[in-house]
């Protein structure tokens, strides 16, 4: 997925365009019962990522409510699955050498949001497995 940075004016010009899009398909759908393309809801998800919800939902004359579930099934729809299963890591004993008191302090982060914090006052914890066993999970 491509990220892109817009000024103020690209995004006021991105959420004119897609406003007009959507006054063109008023116009022209064959019945008012006409449910809104696809294409369109998209393009109105996409605006939420530079405005709020409810400026996007004045804007294209929709529902702020059913734009707040479409974005929600859309992001839902694009996250990994969540993992509810915990596997066991064994970390093997630490050599038996002199401590230090300074201790360590590690984060991790993996893409879908996943968090891992370890605080110890042993500096030389054998954390190799641990970190591998975090990072690889699905």
Request: proline residues 9%; aromatic residues 6%.
């Amino acid at each position: 997925m491509k990220t892109t940075t817009r000024t103020p004016a690209q995004a006021e010009h991105q959420l004119t365009r897609v406003a007009d899009r959507f006054d063109h398909w008023r116009q022209t759908r064959t019945t008012p019962a006409d449910p809104i393309p696809h294409d369109l809801w998209e393009q109105a998800i996409a605006l939420t990522t530079m405005f709020s919800i409810a400026r996007v939902a004045t804007r294209l004359q929709v529902s702020g409510e059913e734009l707040h579930q479409r974005c929600t099934a859309h992001h839902a729809a694009l996250a990994p699955p969540a993992s509810t299963a915990v596997g066991f890591v064994e970390v093997p004993a630490a050599p038996t050498w002199s401590l230090s008191t300074s201790g360590i302090e590690l984060e991790l982060s993996r893409p879908d949001g996943a968090r891992l914090r370890i605080a110890a006052q042993e500096p030389h914890l054998p954390l190799l497995a641990v970190v591998r066993a975090f990072l690889e999970m699905p």
